[in-house]
T-cell receptor
Framework: AQSVTQPDIHITVSEGASLELRCNYS??????LFWYVQSPGQGLQLLLK??????LVQGIKGFEAEFKRSQSSFNLRKPSVHWSDAAEYFC???????????FGAGTILRVKS | KAGVTQTPRYLIKTRGQQVTLSCSPI?????VSWYQQTPGQGLQFLFE???????NKGNFPGRFSGRQFSNSRSEMNVSTLELGDSALYLC????????????FGPGTRLTVL
């Protein structure tokens, strides 16, 4: 069965500093990978996705993620964090068939000024 | 284009009652998926509907059911509510079924007393 691990429950970074959120997945075939962000009391907003092709994908709000098959990882990065990036971030994997998303537990990002 | 809408946004029920939540997908989207989000279990897949047919089902008891109408709008129903059903219920829509990008609504916050 598929699974997603986000090892960091909480991360605190200073405004302007770089950010990397880790995500490891377990899936037998080529995964479809996603990063979503959730602000308190809100739904999930898609940041970026990987289906195939270039392993470095660009998303909204200056985020990017790199798919590394050998490490089963899909880490999210941002070169300079803004206070408005404080939220909870979820990594997810989908099967090739059907739309079932399996989510990681999430990483809460705090930004200090 | 309007996003995914969910009604109601907030709901308070008592144990033993039943509840129906509604989801209107993005125009043109034919797949609707439902997820439950709780602090303890995180985001869990409930079921997916595509063209009025259930395509996939998560590991939830039979008290959780859903349906999809010809206009792609979807409802989910929970019967005989339990305290543990208190959660944020998220609906997501996508154009097709098969690892397609899912766009989430704001959710319905259900509180069971």
């Amino acid at each position: 069965a598929q699974s997603v691990t986000q090892p960091d429950i909480h991360i605190t970074v200073s405004e302007g500093a770089s950010l990397e959120l880790r995500c490891n997945y377990s899936y037998g075939a080529t995964p479809y990978l996603f990063w979503y962000v959730q602000s308190p009391g809100q739904g999930l907003q898609l940041l970026l996705k990987y289906f195939s092709g270039d392993t470095l994908v660009q998303g909204i709000k200056g985020f990017e993620a790199e798919f590394k098959r050998s490490q089963s990882s899909f880490n999210l990065r941002k070169p300079s964090v803004h206070w408005s990036d404080a939220a909870e971030y979820f990594c997810a994997v989908a099967m090739e068939y059907g739309n079932k998303l399996v989510f990681g537990a999430g990483t809460i990002l705090r930004v200090k000024s | 284009k309007a996003g995914v809408t969910q009604t109601p946004r907030y709901l308070i029920k008592t144990r033993g009652q039943q509840v129906t939540l509604s989801c209107s997908p993005i125009s043109g989207h034919r797949s609707v998926s439902w997820y439950q989000q709780t602090p303890g279990q995180g985001l869990q897949f409930l079921f997916e509907y595509f063209s009025e047919t259930q395509r996939n089902k998560g590991n939830f008891p039979g008290r959780f059911s859903g349906r999809q109408f010809s206009n792609s709008r979807s409802e989910m129903n929970v019967s005989t509510l339990e305290l543990g059903d208190s959660a944020l219920y998220l609906c997501a829509s996508s154009l097709a079924s098969g690892g397609d990008t899912q766009y989430f609504g704001p959710g319905t916050r259900l509180t069971v007393l």
